[in-house]
C-alpha cells in the first residue's frame, strides 16, 4: 500500500471512476491524467494499478514505452519540434539548433525559466510546409529560426 | 444576403494562419458593414495556397483566392474581396485550376467542399449512399463488393481488403470489432488526417460498412497523439452522427449496433504495426505480437476484428454507391482504383493529388509539385516513408504502381513522397533511418532493437573514415540480418531506406568530411 499526497486528489479519483469498466482503460487513463496534472507521478502509477488490479510495474512499464508520456512536470507550454524526413527537406536541423540554443536545452529538457519544455517530434503531418513546430495545440509551418525567435516570444508574453 | 465565405479548418491551413486570416474576415466585415457567413471546411490539398479564401459569387460558385494572411485581408476586403472583386490574389474556381483539374478525386471528393462535421452537408453531396445501399445487401454481398472493387490496404501493406473481411466474416464470435488505424506516423504522409479533419464522416461511414459486412458491433479509430485537429474533429463528427442515427444502437433504423470511439495513442511509431496498435489499445506496452493468430482471427481482445487504414475505410463509401466495378476502373495492373499522394518536402506546389495508379513520380514532382521550393536541382525523393527506399532521378518514370515499385526495391507504401534536393547528405539520411528505428523500435526483436543501434555506430564509422571498406561490408551484413530476422515491418524495413542511399548516391558515402 502506498500512500501519497495523492491519495486524496479528487481529480485523480474522478478520472478513474469515470473510465470504470472502459476496455483498455489505461492508456485513456495515462491520458486524462497528463491533461490534467500534466505529468505522471510514481503516486499517480500506484493509484492507477491499485484500481486496474495490475502491478505498478506493469503500469510504469506502459508509462515509460511512450514518448508523449511524461514523468515529470513540463514548463508551461510544450514546443515540439520536427525532425522527421520532409522537414529535413526544408532544413528542419537549423530550426531545432535555434530551439536547443534559445532555451538553452536539449531535447526532453526544460527552460531554465520554466515557460517551456522542447521536445523532438517525428512528423506532425504538415509534411508540406515544413519545417513544422507545435506549441502546445498550436501547429507552424514554415518555421525559420527566425520565425521561431518570434513564435517563441509571442509565447512568453501570453 | 450575407456573403459566404469558405476556409479551411485543416491543420495545415492552421499552421499557415488559417485561424488569423478566419478572425480578419470577421473584423474587417464588421468594419465594412457587411454581414458574411464564414464556413470552416477541410483542405482541397494546395497547401503552397493555404489559407485559401473560397467566396460565393451570385451564381454560387466558389472564387477562390490565395494565400491570403491575415494581413493581406483588409486590402483584399478593400478591393472587393465579398464581391469576388479582381486581385492579384484572385485564383478563379478552384475546379478550373489545372492542379486539380487534373486529379481524379474520388475518396476526397468532399474534401475543402462541405462543412466536415454537419450531417445535411455530407448527405447532401452523396454521403451515407454507400451505407444505404449496403443496409439492403448481405455481409457476404458487401464483402464481395469490396472484394471485387480489388481495394488494396492503403495504410502501405497493400494487402487486398476484401480478402481480410472475408477472414472475419467466416469466424463465429459474440463479438468482433472494426479498428480503424489512424496512427499515420511516416513522414510525408498526411492523406489520413486531411481525410479526418476535412470529411470524417467518409471515415465513419466506411467503418459502419465494414461493421454491417462482418458483424461487428463496436469500432475503435486508434488515432496519433500528434494529431490533436483530427480529433476534434472526429468527436465532433461522430456526435452529430450519433443524433442522427447514423451510429449507436440502432444504425438507421436497421436493428443493428455499432457504437464507435476515438482512442489516442501516445507516440509510438510502431503503433502502425497493427498489432502493436492492438496492444496499445488494450493498454499495454506496444510491442509487436507474433503471427500467427492473424488480427482477423484473433485481435483486439483476442476477438475477430477488422483493421484497416483510414484511406482505405475512407474509399469504401464510393464502392458501395458507384459499385466495384466504377472503383476498379481506374488505376493500372494489380494496382486498381485511386491513391491520394502527398507531395511533401523541398517542392514548390507541395499538397495532396488523387490519382489513379499508374501516374509516374515525375509527373508528380514537376507538373504538379513544379519542381523543388529551394529553385535547386531535385536529388533524391523518398517515397511510403521513413522505411520506404530513395529513389534517384534516373527512377522518376516509375508508375505508381505496387508491383512496379516492389520491382525496383521500393514500396509506395501510404503514397507519401518527400523530394530533396542536392543539399541533401544521403549518407546523413541513411544514419537518420537507423537513428529512427532505434528511437521508435518496440524493443521486443532483437535484430532491430540492437541491430539499428549498431546501424548508427557503423555509419558514424563510415562517416569518420574509419576503416570505411570494412564497415562498408558490416553495415550490407547488419542489413540483411534486420531484413530477415526481424519480427515486423519496423526492422525489417529499415535497411531500405539505408541501402538505396548506399547504391543510387555511394559517393556520400565515401567522401572525407
Request: net charge negative; aromatic share 8%.
Amino acid at each position: 500500500m502506498v500512500a501519497t499526497e495523492f491519495d486524496n486528489d479528487s481529480n485523480l479519483e474522478r478520472i478513474l471512476a469515470e473510465h470504470a469498466g472502459m476496455d483498455g482503460a489505461l492508456l485513456p487513463i495515462l491520458h486524462a491524467v497528463q491533461d490534467s496534472v500534466g505529468y505522471i507521478s510514481p503516486a499517480h502509477v500506484a493509484l492507477i494499478a491499485r484500481a486496474l488490479n495490475l502491478s505498478r510495474a506493469e503500469v510504469h512499464g506502459v508509462v515509460s514505452f511512450y514518448h508523449y508520456f511524461r514523468q515529470h512536470e513540463p514548463g508551461r507550454h510544450v514546443v515540439h519540434v520536427c525532425r522527421a524526413e520532409a522537414c529535413q527537406a526544408m532544413h528542419c536541423e537549423q530550426t531545432a539548433q535555434h530551439a536547443r540554443r534559445a532555451l538553452g536545452v536539449d531535447y526532453g529538457g526544460t527552460s531554465a525559466d520554466g515557460l517551456f519544455t522542447l521536445k523532438a517530434a517525428y512528423c506532425l503531418g504538415n509534411c508540406a510546409a515544413g519545417p513544422t513546430v507545435m506549441v502546445d495545440e498550436k501547429l507552424y509551418g514554415r518555421v525559420t529560426p527566425e520565425r521561431l525567435a518570434s513564435i517563441l516570444e509571442d509565447w512568453r508574453n501570453r | 444576403m450575407a456573403a459566404r465565405i469558405y476556409l479551411s479548418r485543416d491543420a495545415a491551413a492552421q499552421a499557415l494562419g488559417a485561424d488569423e486570416t478566419a478572425a480578419a474576415l470577421q473584423v474587417a466585415a464588421a468594419a465594412k458593414g457587411t454581414s458574411i457567413t464564414l464556413t470552416r471546411v477541410g483542405s482541397r490539398g494546395m497547401v503552397w495556397l493555404e489559407p485559401l479564401v473560397e467566396v460565393e459569387d451570385a451564381s454560387g460558385q466558389r472564387i477562390a483566392y490565395g494565400p491570403v494572411t491575415a494581413g493581406d485581408v483588409p486590402g483584399l476586403v478593400q478591393a472587393g474581396l465579398f464581391d469576388t472583386a479582381s486581385h492579384p490574389l484572385r485564383l478563379g474556381r478552384v475546379e478550373d485550376m489545372p492542379w486539380f483539374a487534373q486529379q481524379q478525386r474520388l475518396t476526397f471528393a468532399r474534401v475543402g467542399v462541405i462543412d466536415p462535421v454537419s450531417v445535411d452537408d455530407y448527405v447532401a453531396h452523396g454521403g451515407f449512399a454507400g451505407l444505404k445501399r449496403a443496409l439492403g445487401m448481405s455481409g457476404a454481398e458487401i464483402v464481395q463488393e469490396v472484394l471485387e472493387s480489388g481495394l488494396r490496404g492503403r495504410g502501405g501493406a497493400a494487402f487486398p481488403t476484401g480478402i481480410k473481411w472475408r477472414t472475419v466474416l467466416e469466424q463465429h464470435s459474440l463479438q468482433k470489432y472494426v479498428v480503424c488505424n489512424a496512427d499515420e506516423g511516416d513522414s510525408g504522409t498526411f492523406s489520413d488526417r486531411m481525410l479526418m479533419e476535412g470529411d470524417p464522416l467518409c471515415l465513419i461511414e466506411g467503418m459502419l460498412i465494414a461493421g454491417l459486412a462482418v458483424g461487428a458491433t463496436r469500432g475503435y479509430i486508434y488515432l496519433r497523439c500528434e494529431y490533436p485537429h483530427a480529433g476534434h474533429a472526429l468527436r465532433e463528427a461522430i456526435a452529430a452522427a450519433r443524433v442522427r442515427g447514423y451510429v449507436g444502437p440502432d444504425v438507421c433504423g436497421s436493428g443493428k449496433a455499432f457504437e464507435l470511439e476515438v482512442r489516442m495513442g501516445a507516440g509510438a511509431y510502431i503503433c502502425g504495426e497493427e498489432t502493436a496498435m492492438l496492444e496499445s489499445l488494450e493498454g499495454k506496452r506496444a510491442e509487436v505480437r507474433y503471427r500467427p493468430p492473424l488480427p482477423a482471427i484473433k485481435g483486439l481482445f483476442g476477438q475477430p476484428t477488422i483493421i484497416n487504414n483510414v484511406i482505405s475505410l475512407g474509399s469504401v463509401p464510393i464502392i458501395l454507391e458507384r459499385g466495384a466495378a466504377c472503383y476498379r476502373d481506374f488505376g493500372m495492373g494489380r494496382s486498381r482504383g485511386t491513391l491520394p499522394i502527398q507531395l511533401a518536402g523541398n517542392l514548390q506546389r507541395g499538397g495532396l493529388v488523387e490519382m489513379a495508379f499508374g501516374v509516374t513520380l515525375r509527373e508528380l514532382l514537376y507538373d504538379f509539385g513544379g519542381g523543388s521550393a529551394s529553385g535547386r536541382p531535385l536529388r533524391a525523393v523518398q517515397v511510403g516513408g521513413p522505411l520506404g527506399a530513395y529513389l534517384p532521378e534516373s527512377q522518376f518514370d516509375t508508375p505508381l504502381d505496387y508491383e512496379a515499385f516492389t520491382a525496383i526495391g521500393a514500396l509506395v507504401g501510404h503514397g507519401g513522397i518527400v523530394a530533396f534536393d542536392d543539399t541533401v547528405d544521403m549518407a546523413r539520411m541513411a544514419r537518420y533511418a537507423m537513428e529512427f528505428c532505434a528511437v521508435e523500435s518496440c524493443g521486443k526483436c532483437t535484430p532491430c532493437r540492437i541491430g539499428s543501434t549498431r546501424g548508427v555506430e557503423v555509419i558514424d564509422r563510415i562517416l569518420q573514415g574509419n576503416g570505411r571498406q570494412a564497415n562498408l561490408a558490416r553495415l550490407a551484413d547488419l542489413c540483411e540480418t534486420m531484413q530477415h530476422g526481424s519480427l515486423c515491418g519496423l526492422g525489417g524495413m529499415t535497411p531500405f531506406p539505408v541501402l538505396s542511399a548506399l547504391k543510387h548516391f555511394p559517393a556520400d558515402f565515401s567522401r572525407d568530411r
